[in-house]
């Protein structure tokens, strides 16, 4: 394996909640054309981001591309990721790491909130744009 996507998400002490980044990463792969994506929490949940790079390392990966899984661009993505693929990096000087954006705020995604919204509220607040 030559490359591996990790989805880097907050994590939850609720198993389910943590279950959702799981899917997502499944169904990122599947879109990849089976590259292999994980799921890699920052906190209270396992794999954490340095356990997800050992083994992919482990697996033979020689790029591994970083997603963070977070709307704002907070402290986490800013400084707390940043961070730590710095020590990463020179822990596996042999791998490159790439830092992918943030998910922010993209009109796909508020495409998909108006579907959540029209889900439990159809036509309530307005009519989807033939544009939609």
Do not use: W
């Not at 998400?9 to 994980?38: C, F, T, W, Y």
């Not at 899984?69 to 402290?75: R, S, T």
Request: net charge negative; glycine share 8%.
């Amino acid at each position: 394996m030559e490359s591996k996507v990790i989805l880097l998400g907050h994590g939850s002490r609720i198993p389910e909640a943590n279950e959702h980044l799981q899917k997502l990463a499944s169904q990122v792969g599947e879109l990849l054309g089976g590259l292999p994506v994980d799921a890699c929490y920052m906190m209270r949940a396992r794999p954490d981001l340095a356990e997800g790079v050992a083994r992919a390392v482990e697996e033979g990966a020689k790029r591994i591309v970083v997603v963070p899984m977070f709307f704002c661009n907070g402290l986490h993505v800013q400084r707390d990721i940043p961070e730590q693929i710095e020590k990463l990096r020179a822990t596996y000087p042999q791998v490159e790491f790439i830092y992918a954006a943030n998910l922010g705020a993209d009109r796909r995604i508020a495409e998909i909130i108006v579907e959540r919204i029209q889900e439990v509220a159809p036509g309530e607040f307005f009519t989807r744009p033939s544009s939609y």
